[in-house]
């Protein structure tokens, strides 16, 4: 999400800078180490962004760059407490096209704690209990240099340390039923695609069907909202959830200033903004380590927000599909092989800012021999601007008409240690902002993705 103007962003590039420096010659003197490493434990690294969090469960000396803390690390996660610690450092530039050419630094740390409560009590079955605040700081690339609509860097957010997720869940009947309530996160939950979370525009995360259109783009990163979710998997490979959030983060109808919750810790339900919903039907084959076939998924979902001033429309909602597929898997090997993804949701025109968007792409994990966690991937998005902004547009004498905004996008992961991740990447903007008034864009970044 594009942070809005505010008088300390010059202070914050100036301050950009030399993080960037040193983000890069730490990079590259990790770099050596991508050929010599040896592949090893499967990838497994903290993503500050969700609390879906692969390392509760393993626990695992090498998955932390500060090891097993003398066997205390061990001993909590006996005792159901799994504390959590991750950085990501990125450096973008725009090489080519935009406003101007210029580069720019962002880096969040993000701190969790995890409680099982029947671990920790001795008593309370099915509970879970999970904290986590973010520190934010950097630059917007978008805003500054690019100008483009879907926010060329998932990390691209307000600077502040806040309040991320506080919430409290319960699981039922072996977890076939479960209930979160809390300050909750939408994204890492509903319209996702696993295999599009490799990639750093945030038209691969949060969809730009949903984050365009609403007020602002919470609950998502990085604004959680006060609600709840239920989730029904009646079978093994088929479940139904559905969430009821705060319809305005922010607190701010014309368009999410986060100065108005500049520390997470707004607790609101309702109000002038009305409330977000959103309702999801999914369904999984192949799963588990006995399967025969290649494992996939599908998610069939639609969205509501009841007040939505900043279109000028009293609600809004809209539809999406989304699915992926491991397409090939390499012989003897569950987790390697060719992925592909695809993910579309459109709302009506006449009341959107984007009435369509289309996203999808391939990754290839253990592409080169010796690298088998590393990950390769391509990805395209598409974001088509609605007739309501056209004919805006066309009123007002602008020119040329608004019309789409395309995004191509290549990364490579390299696992250098279980606990560190190196990540370069190439994006191609075509019509930023949603027209050719602004040059396409190429962008060059790299990120590096640290578990303590």
Known sequence: MRSPPDPRQERRAALAAPGALL????????????????????????????????????????????????????????????????????????????LRRGGSYNGLVKAALEVDTERATGGWRGGNFFASALALHGDSLSAKRVGD????????????????????????????VSLRAGQLLADEEFAFTEYGGLFLNSAFGWP?????????????????ALGARLKLEPREHFYLQAGVYDGDTFDDPLGGDP??????????????????????????????????????????????????????????HGLYLAAEQLAWRE???????????FRAGGSPSNRSNFNLTVDGGVRYQGLFPSRDNDIAGLAVAYARVSDRVRTAALAGGVT??????????????????????????????????GSNAIADAVIVGLRTNLTF
């Not at 995004?407 to 991740?421: G, H, L, N, R, S």
């Open 23 to 98: 983000h890069c010659l730490g990079a590259l003197l990790l770099l050596p180490l991508i050929a010599s490493a040896q592949s090893g434990a499967e990838t497994n690294f903290f993503n500050p962004f969700s609390s879906r969090d692969p390392l509760a469960e393993t626990g695992r000396e090498s998955d932390h760059l500060t090891g097993d803390w003398g066997g205390w690390r061990t001993k909590m996660l006996e005792r159901g407490f799994h504390f959590q610690l991750g950085y990501i450092g990125e450096t973008m530039a725009s090489v080519s096209g935009g």
């Open 400 to 433: 040329p008409l608004p019309d789409h905004e395309i995004v191509m996008e290549f990364d490579y992961q390299a696992q250098i240690k279980p606990w560190c991740t190196v990540q370069p990447c190439v994006q191609w903007i075509l019509h930023p902002g």
């Open 149 to 176: 609509a879907t926010a060329l860097s998932n990390l691209d957010a307000y600077d502040s340390v806040r309040l991320y997720e506080l919430w409290l869940e319960q699981s039922l009947w072996d977890g076939r």
């Open 331 to 341: 012989a003897g090997d569950s987790g390697q092989g060719l992925g592909v993804f």
């Open 259 to 316: 100065r108005k919750n500049a520390r997470g810790t707004r607790f609101h339900l309702g109000g002038d903004q009305g409330v977000f919903s959103l309702y999801e039907a999914g369904w999984k084959w192949n799963q588990g380590e006995d399967a025969k076939g290649l494992p996939g998924n599908a998610k069939l979902g639609g969205w509501h927000h009841s007040g939505v001033p900043a279109t000028g429309a009293q609600s809004l």
């Open 208 to 224: 730009h069907f949903i984050s365009a259109n609403t007020v602002n783009t919470g609950p998502a990163f990085f604004a959680t």
